[in-house]
């Protein structure tokens, strides 16, 4: 009897543990929220740095089988992060990659997590080495058919190293990945996966600069449930490599290569 009341409570002391770190964080969370305009820089880094002294201590804490739980949780909390737009362009976005650090450890297959790693820690904090670790790390806990449609992770991938590490070769060899596991599936949109990382992939192994290459890159970026900052930057870097954009009534974009590579 008293092995299956210590087994009931230890889990749950620990639950209790890690509700309590995300819930001590509300009324300074709340605090922040009302005030931001008026909290100076330092402010704002000092409250920056007890976040991320929080997501730390959730990175090594034991769940005991709550993994998920606390993905999720912490996921939240980076979307709240992200955008709050007044903080973020005062102090930047380089708390984004310790969020992913703990989502993703915590839950490896969280499809949906992948691109918000890539936004925010390669395309505004500007460590797309960081993207490249986590995302090799996730994608040792994957299959082309675990989770479904795991294959965006090695466009994800590939999209880094093209756009900010500007390894053509690396890139290209995501991109056949990416066509490869997309390959397992009957869907359209798989198909679509297949053929347009195949033509990345042919555009880098004859052009590592490929302008069409990046242009297409760029066009996934686009074509991704992104915020409007990030749809604006995609636009402006095609539109960069003479590519054109064009909305239409749908709000659906329409890119146009230039007529040389």
């Not at 294959?151 to 060899?173: H, M, N, P």
């Not at 009957?186 to 042919?202: F, G, M, P, R, W």
Request: aromatic fraction near 10%; charged fraction near 25%; hydrophobic fraction near 40%.
């Amino acid at each position: 009897m008293l092995l299956s009341r210590e087994f009931i409570i230890t889990p749950l002391v620990a639950c209790v543990c890690i509700l309590g770190i995300s819930f001590s964080q509300l009324p300074r969370l709340h605090k922040l929220l009302n005030s931001k305009q008026y909290l100076s820089v330092e402010a704002l880094e000092k409250e920056q740095g007890q976040e991320g002294l929080r997501l730390g201590l959730l990175q090594e804490i034991p769940t005991f089988g709550y993994d998920n739980i606390i993905a999720n949780w912490v996921y939240i909390d980076f979307l709240q992060y992200f955008g709050d737009n007044e903080v973020r362009d005062k102090i930047g976005y380089s708390l984004s990659p310790e969020f992913f650090e703990v989502i993703l450890k915590r839950d490896p297959k969280f499809l949906e997590a992948y691109l918000g790693l890539f936004v925010s820690t390669s395309l505004y904090a500007g460590m797309p080495e960081r993207t490249i670790a986590i995302m090799n790390n996730g994608l040792k806990s994957m299959s082309p058919t675990l989770p479904a449609k795991s294959y965006y992770i090695w466009r994800y991938k590939g999209t880094d190293e093209l756009l900010f590490l500007c390894d053509s070769q690396a890139a290209r060899k995501s991109f056949l990945q990416a066509a490869e596991w997309a390959s397992k599936y009957d869907d359209q949109e798989s198909k679509n996966v297949v053929l347009i990382s195949q033509k990345t992939a042919e555009f880098l192994q004859k052009n590592p600069d490929s302008k069409f290459a990046q242009i297409a890159t760029w066009t996934m970026v686009l074509q991704n449930n992104v915020d409007d900052k990030t749809r604006k930057r995609a636009i402006r870097e095609i539109e960069n490599l003479r590519g054109k954009v064009v909305i239409n009534s749908d709000g659906v974009p329409a890119v146009t290569l230039p007529e040389k590579d």
